[in-house]
């Protein structure tokens, strides 16, 4: 993960008036051309080739066009083409077990999003993951998270088919679903391993989309804030025929979408970093400008007249150069064909190519606590500072002005160079062929082939060279370095860097992933003849098998592999080079036993397993097996009342990434280092503990927190890790009175997962509990207390990490020793009654999340982060969350309302447990009181302990102007609500940004959409 983006920066002086209000200067930086270039030529061509099989068969159809209606949610059962999302058998007749939650096309209509991330975040249970509004530590991609258990732990589905991952750790990057041919989206959580394979441990999610769709369907829309700023353009064409007499069906789909950036500086929220502990808009970083230099005794800053070095006074604000949302622009085919050969066989295809472009934006980069050496006689360095230099380092008057001159850990920001910014262009293809065979009227034979292949290339541009910087320094004239290559400059770290040195330490980095994935399905599904006697549907089965193979790359250019080489952009990236296959084998049954009769209206018992066998690609790497099983039922007393439960035990093997991903250093989320201040001196044992961790004695009670609240944390692959266990459970209920109250269905249903031998690495401060936890007991040379390790030169956890000077900060090493808990309640109601005039549309969504724990080992803390945040936290989970939209409809406009509400949230060290947690009595709380400094938000007051229960609303209103063309106008977030404010460093860098948490409450504001459907 880069540097906090300016996060982790020190305070600023008050914001240059060319900054001020978004950096309208920096725009001219950072401005990227988000239009269509010649490059599309090329991408058409390859994306046509891939999508050929789909395409051709689109091209020979004739024409058949048919006015469509407006689509309703539907269920699987409604469709011609049955996708069912938790079972593999495709009986309309039937009603599996398990609770699926779907957001139907109605919903997708009403909600106008470009990005199938924006539409999943919202589901109640759903916790925002990596997506739009991430921006540093987003990696180009959206992902999804169910119950908080990690995006890794679900997952993401195409008409029930798996797709290509965007990356080597097996996630499905969701810029990449067409939205436009998306019919529903049903969302299963819990175990659903046995049904589909490994990873579905939280549950699924699956993009079902539009069958047999003729005619043609051109979707225009465009968004803009209140502002003026965030523009938002999406265009669509699909068409569809059906051809030689119905027993043919061709789709194709065009897209393009494209978003533009927010930045924090044209938001209030957001404009200036607020300390997280004091309430100042001064940010809290030492990396500024001017120059900062850390001895083991103390902090210095060049004096405002550059003569001399003082104790560190100024910070710099980073705030304007971030965004709050990233940057977007994707191009996007999508084809499926079908065509029955005969009565008893159907073939069909997929084909799916998109490229699409994310950028992230953070603060400039800079020379973040590099030990480096300087001449004496080097022509920019003040002679006040020389001296003062050579009397830390205890060199002589007389020897100073020719000796090579040690600078301890330096500090820099190098805002001439420019803001960071990591461009991530994917381009991605996945093809599918299959064949359905009807043995007899009840028994089917369904086979595909697919293969996938994604390439995800980073170009981080606007990073200091640490490398040039050392060189730059070594001179002795201003013209000439010691070493002259790459027509080196000298460097004036002592002042104003000018454009040719700016130059001269910029680097360009270039990291390409790339993914594969082929895989071969095949299941017989039907009934076996037979009825039970009280019972009126047969015996249902499905047996199969399947065949995946995965393959993932890691290319890093020669700069990325060099550690510290970027400034602020975190550790080396090493090569990664992996793979591995499964073969499986798996089978369902679906008995219904009785059927209309007294007290059993229904009984159905089900039952499911799925044997697994994993070969790893490597050499000397541990082949391993695992079977998964589900047994389920639903029993109906009466017509209107359901009562269904199921218990699945599902697994998730390690991914490619977990197995193969080198060890390196990065950074991980710490506010509070206990060797930080005067402890150490005044506790022995504290001052052993940090000692034998690597801190120098000169540093002792003079060391500082980590940097921006981010701290070195060493980890990586570990491949003899095993597939995880999970056991999970819903017992729901299912209510439709449809005599005395039609249109009416309520279900409420309970679940509960626990995850054994959970692939994970400890958090921070189960890291820092294992040995500062109780500081009497502990012992400075415990495996717990070691393995931290230090700053050499100052004693601190942060600092960039070289060969010469590695600071390892944290070890986070993955293993299978933790547990994952979750269970809670879902509730959905809806409802609709016709007035004649008007008819009334009420839908509920609502989740209570009980419990989410995170334990690392069983000797560890049990950590629940339900309705709580800080750095050992992630993404925000409430205790209640929910959306409830509101639809009149008239005879050709419909009037909706959605409303979203989510529960209050605490700090973490708010908790009665926080001592188990890692808090003091000391550090529990954070500000509170009245925000001071050059922020908008000066003279406000403020709790950054909590977060108010809080609700957005959307209004919506479609009309239907004619028989073909449909016009939908939005206000989102109708009232304006504004951001909760808990400081810049409270949280995880991914999630916490901009003094807010911008993937869960709006940072954005007001803002409108419209968008025009030609329909025909």
């Given at each position: 993960m880069p540097e906090r983006g300016g996060r982790g920066v020190p305070a600023p002086n008050p914001i240059p008036e060319r900054l001020s209000r978004g950096a309208f200067q920096l725009r001219s930086l950072q401005k990227r051309d988000w239009k269509v270039t010649n490059n599309f030529k090329k991408t058409a061509r390859f994306g046509l080739g891939v999508s050929a099989a789909s395409i051709a068969l689109s091209m020979v159809a004739t024409p058949a066009f048919a006015q469509t209606t407006p689509a309703e949610d539907t269920t699987a059962a409604e469709s011609d083409v049955i996708v069912v999302t938790g079972s593999l058998i495709r009986n309309p007749n039937l009603t599996a077990s398990t609770p699926v939650a779907s957001v139907g096309e109605n919903e997708i209509s009403l909600r106008q999003t470009t990005n199938a991330e924006q539409l999943i975040r919202d589901i109640p249970g759903v916790v925002p993951s990596i997506g739009s509004n991430v921006n540093n530590g987003n990696n180009g991609t959206s992902l999804v998270n169910l119950r908080g258990l990690g995006f890794q732990r679900n997952i993401v589905l195409l008409d029930g088919q798996r797709v290509i991952p965007a990356d080597f750790n097996g996630a499905v990057d969701l810029n990449n679903i067409p939205v436009a041919l998306v019919q529903r989206v049903d969302v299963l959580t819990g175990g659903a391993s046995t049904t589909y394979g490994a990873d579905a441990i939280s549950g699924v999610v699956n993009f079902v989309t539009r069958p047999d769709f003729s005619g043609m369907d051109l979707q225009v829309q465009s968004g803009i804030t209140e502002k003026g700023d965030g523009n938002q353009v999406r265009v669509d064409v699909t068409l569809g025929a059906n051809f030689d007499d119905g027993k043919g069906n061709a789709i194709l789909s065009l897209g393009y979408q494209q978003a533009d950036p927010i930045y924090q500086g044209d938001r209030d929220a957001g404009i200036f970093g607020i300390g997280t502990t004091n309430g100042v808009a001064a940010g809290s970083s030492f990396t500024s400008t001017p120059t900062g230099i850390s001895t083991d005794?103390?902090?210095?800053?060049?004096?405002?007249?550059?003569?001399?070095?003082?104790?560190?006074?100024?910070?710099?604000?980073?705030?304007?150069?971030?965004?709050?949302?990233?940057?977007?622009?994707?191009?996007?085919?999508?084809?499926?064909?079908?065509?029955?050969?005969?009565?008893?066989?159907?073939?069909?295809?997929?084909?799916?190519?998109?490229?699409?472009?994310?950028?992230?934006?953070?603060?400039?980069?800079?020379?973040?606590?590099?030990?480096?050496?300087?001449?004496?006689?080097?022509?920019?360095?003040?002679?006040?500072?020389?001296?003062?230099?050579?009397?830390?380092?205890?060199?002589?008057?007389?020897?100073?002005?020719?000796?090579?001159?040690?600078?301890?850990?330096?500090?820099?920001?190098?805002?001439?160079?420019?803001?960071?910014?990591?461009?991530?262009?994917?381009?991605?293809?996945?093809?599918?062929?299959?064949?359905?065979?009807?043995?007899?009227?009840?028994?089917?034979?369904?086979?595909?082939?697919?293969?996938?292949?994604?390439?995800?290339?980073?170009?981080?541009?606007?990073?200091?060279?640490?490398?040039?910087?050392?060189?730059?320094?070594?001179?002795?004239?201003?013209?000439?370095?010691?070493?002259?290559?790459?027509?080196?400059?000298?460097?004036?770290?002592?002042?104003?860097?000018?454009?040719?040195?700016?130059?001269?330490?910029?680097?360009?980095?270039?990291?390409?992933?790339?993914?594969?994935?082929?895989?071969?399905?095949?299941?017989?599904?039907?009934?076996?003849?037979?009825?039970?006697?009280?019972?009126?549907?047969?015996?249902?089965?499905?047996?199969?098998?399947?065949?995946?193979?995965?393959?993932?790359?890691?290319?890093?250019?020669?700069?990325?592999?060099?550690?510290?080489?970027?400034?602020?952009?975190?550790?080396?990236?090493?090569?990664?080079?992996?793979?591995?296959?499964?073969?499986?084998?798996?089978?369902?049954?679906?008995?219904?036993?009785?059927?209309?009769k007294p007290f059993f209206h229904e009984l159905t018992v089900e039952a499911g397993v799925r044997y697994s066998k994993y070969k790893v690609d490597t050499a000397g790497s541990p082949k391993f097996s695992a079977t998964t099983y589900k047994f389920a039922g639903t029993w109906a007393p009466v017509e209107a009342l359901k009562i269904r439960g199921n218990y699945q035990r599902a697994v998730r093997a390690p991914n490619i990434g977990e197995l193969f991903a080198p060890v390196v250093t990065g950074l991980t989320n710490l506010l509070v280092d206990p060797c930080a201040g005067a402890a150490p001196t005044t506790n022995a044992n504290l001052r052993a503990i940090c000692l034998a961790q690597g801190a120098p004695v000169g540093s002792i009670g003079a060391i500082q927190n980590p940097s921006a609240g981010q701290a070195n944390v060493t980890g990586g692959g570990n491949p003899n890790l095993q597939p995880e266990k999970a056991n999970s459970y819903t017992i729901g209920v299912v209510l439709q009175p449809r005599e005395f109250l039609p249109n009416f269905t309520l279900t409420v249903d309970y679940y509960n997962i626990d995850v054994k031998n959970a692939i994970t690495a400890a958090t921070p401060a189960d890291i820092i509990n294992a040995c500062f936890g109780n500081i009497t007991a502990s012992s400075a040379t415990s495996a717990a207390c070691t393995g931290i390790r230090r700053n050499a030169a100052n004693g601190r956890l942060s600092g960039t990490s070289t060969a010469t000077n590695p600071i390892l900060g944290l070890p986070g090493p993955l293993t299978n020793n933790g547990r994952l808990k979750t269970d809670g309640i879902d509730l959905a109601l809806n409802y609709s009654y016709d007035f004649d005039v008007v008819k009334l549309g009420l839908n509920f969504q609502g989740n209570w999340t009980h419990k989410q724990t995170f334990q690392a080992s069983s000797t560890a803390y049990a950590r629940d982060c339900v309705g709580y945040y800080s750095a050992n936290c992630a993404s925000i989970q409430p205790e209640y969350s929910f959306t409830q939209r509101t639809t009149l409809s008239f005879d050709s406009v419909d009037l909706s309302l959605l409303w979203r509400w989510i529960d209050k949230v605490e700090y973490e060290g708010a908790a009665s447990d926080f001592l188990a947690r890692g808090f003091t009595a000391a550090n529990r709380r954070i500000f509170s009181g009245t925000v001071t400094g050059p922020s908008p938000l000066a003279g406000n007051t403020y709790d950054f302990n909590r977060i108010k229960a809080y609700s957005i609303f959307d209004l919506t209103t479609r009309v239907s102007v004619t028989d073909n063309l449909e016009v939908t106008l939005s206000a989102i977030n109708l009232f304006d609500k504004k951001p909760p404010i808990v400081g810049g460093t409270t949280g995880s860098t991914s999630y916490n940004s901009g003094n807010t948490y911008p993937s869960t409450y709006d940072a954005i504001g007001r803002r409108y959409s419209a968008t025009a459907r030609l329909k025909f």
């Open positions: 005794t103390a902090d210095f800053q060049i004096s405002p007249d550059g003569t001399s070095l003082v104790p560190f006074y100024q910070g710099f604000n980073f705030n304007p150069y971030n965004i709050f949302r990233t940057p977007f622009e994707r191009f996007n085919m999508f084809g499926k064909a079908r065509y029955e050969i005969s009565d008893s066989v159907e073939v069909y295809s997929r084909g799916m190519f998109s490229k699409n472009k994310v950028s992230t934006i953070i603060a400039p980069s800079g020379i973040f606590g590099v030990p480096l050496t300087i001449p004496g006689n080097n022509p920019y360095l003040p002679v006040g500072i020389r001296n003062q230099l050579c009397g830390f380092a205890g060199i002589s008057a007389a020897a100073c002005p020719t000796a090579t001159i040690p600078l301890p850990a330096v500090y820099r920001r190098t805002v001439e160079v420019g803001p960071r910014i990591s461009e991530y262009i994917t381009q991605q293809f996945d093809i599918n062929v299959g064949a359905k065979v009807n043995i007899t009227d009840s028994l089917t034979f369904d086979i595909y082939g697919s293969h996938g292949e994604s390439e995800n290339t980073q170009t981080q541009s606007g990073y200091v060279l640490n490398s040039r910087v050392q060189q730059a320094l070594n001179a002795t004239n201003t013209t000439t370095c010691l070493n002259t290559a790459n027509n080196c400059v000298p460097l004036n770290l002592f002042g104003t860097i000018t454009p040719a040195q700016a130059a001269f330490l910029n680097g360009q980095s270039t990291i390409t992933n790339k993914t594969e994935l082929s895989q071969v399905h095949g299941v017989l599904s039907g009934d076996f003849g037979f009825t039970s006697p009280a019972a009126s549907e047969p015996v249902a089965f499905a047996v199969g098998g399947e065949y995946r193979n995965y393959t993932a790359q890691r290319i890093p250019d020669i700069l990325a592999l060099v550690p510290g080489e970027l400034g602020g952009a975190g550790g080396a990236i090493l090569p990664l080079n992996g793979g591995y296959d499964v073969r499986e084998a798996f089978g369902e049954l679906i008995a219904p036993l009785v059927a209309d």
